[in-house]
């Protein structure tokens, strides 16, 4: 079992940056691949960016470029530093690792951009 808990959402302005973090707790030494999705109201959960074990990282065409993730796997955290905040980045996010292939999830976090 993986327990994740989010923290750094909140209202920004237009061009503004945050930063979320994802604290993994429970099974971690099993974790491979982690990352953020997000879902915005009525619309289906999309994924925003993914990092694996190893390095390797993945991002959605529409936050390339602005979004970085990042993981220190010596504080089992997970990070994504949002850089240019749009209106449409307006979600809650979630994080997500996957640990022996199940997919376990976060509570979420809000985060709304005003323009």
């Known amino acids: 079992q993986v327990y994740l808990v989010e923290s750094g959402g909140g209202l920004v302005q237009t061009g503004g940056s945050l930063r979320l973090s994802c604290a993994a707790s429970?099974?971690?030494?099993?974790?491979?691949?982690m990352g953020w999705y997000r879902q915005a109201p009525g619309k289906q959960r999309e994924l925003v960016a993914v990092?694996?074990?190893?390095?390797?990282?993945n991002y959605a065409d529409s936050v390339q470029g602005r979004f970085t993730i990042s993981r220190d796997s010596a504080k089992n955290t997970l990070y994504l530093r949002m850089n240019s905040l749009k209106p449409e980045d307006t979600a809650v996010y979630y994080c997500?690792?996957?640990?022996?292939?199940?997919?376990?999830w976060g509570q979420g976090t809000q985060v709304t951009v005003s323009s």
């Open positions: 997500n690792v996957k640990s022996l292939f199940i997919n376990y």
């Open positions: 429970g099974s971690v030494a099993s974790i491979n691949t």
């Open positions: 990092i694996t074990s190893g390095g390797s990282t």
